[in-house]
């Protein structure tokens, strides 16, 4: 697509497949375009990777960061279970999260926690409430050691932020949905990718290979689950999407 934003007329024109279309550069329609765009470039330029959370670098959205705030809010989870750990800042950041709440634990899971990641994350003033496992996070042996650390009348949270190829989220869905608990969610986060394959940084498999096509099938073949954007807590405006890394990541277990 491509489109022209004119600041002294206040239009945004955009041409593409579809055609020719003027919007008001002051309009719902026309902030979804331009956000949609941003998120492209800042993802291609590492915008997500300027932020840290308590001195941990959490590499996401800050969008993201803010809905997920509203659904733990909303569903109290006793345990949040993250596949994927990097340097430790989404951890910490759940772990903030439980603390404030007066209630729930994080469980961390990698295929390599590296030594000073470790290191930073059990000396955090967060730590206990963090359980750091290191191996893959589909390994057999892996999924039954989260199992044993989640008692029966808990309630879960799962996201799925670890290898993003189709086939390894598939597998990460397929190991972790029966610990969802009703009204919580299994997330599949980075979907991003499928709109990221012409961008410098991207790979051209990505418009198939990418976690929301293994969150579709997911939902197609588990109706007990439900592939629905959490709605927003609070709204005094006309928008309804939200600018994310995570389009089709949010399965709610009915």
């Known amino acids: 697509m491509k489109f022209t934003v ?37 993802w291609n330029q590492r915008y997500s990777y ?6 941990r670098p959490i590499i996401q959205l800050p969008e993201d960061m ?28 759940y772990a903030s999260l439980c603390k404030a709440f007066g209630r729930g634990r994080v469980i961390g899971i990698d295929i390599e926690i590296r030594p000073h990641n470790r290191q930073a994350i059990e000396s955090h003033p967060l730590a206990s409430y963090i359980t750091l496992i290191e191996g ?28 993003h190829t189709k086939a390894h989220v598939a597998d990460e869905l397929a190991a972790y949905h029966s610990l969802v608990t009703p009204g919580s969610y299994l997330v599949a986060t980075d979907g ?27 939902a197609a073949a588990h109706p007990e689950f439900e592939l629905a954007q959490p709605p927003w807590t ?18 709610r277990r009915r």
């Open 50 to 55: 300027t932020f840290s959370w308590m001195g």
């Open 234 to 251: 609070f709204n005094e405006s006309g928008l309804s999407q939200n600018i994310t890394h995570w389009p089709g990541a949010w399965l």
């Open 6 to 42: 004119d600041t002294e007329a206040k239009t945004l024109t955009c041409e593409g497949n579809a055609g020719r279309e003027e919007l008001p550069l002051y309009s719902d329609r026309a902030f979804e375009i331009l956000s949609q765009a941003w998120v492209k470039v800042g």
């Open 136 to 163: 893959s996070s589909t390994d057999p042996e892996i999924v039954a050691q989260v199992r044993s650390l989640v008692k029966p009348d808990e309630s879960i949270l799962v996201l799925l932020d670890s290898n």
């Open 192 to 218: 991003i990718m499928k709109d990221l394959s012409d961008v410098p940084r991207g790979q051209p498999e990505w418009t198939w290979d990418h976690p929301t096509a293994a969150a579709m099938e997911f």
């Open 66 to 93: 803010i809905r997920t705030q509203e659904v733990i809010h909303r569903v109290q989870p006793d345990v949040i279970i993250e596949t994927g750990v990097a340097h430790g800042g989404s951890l910490i950041y």
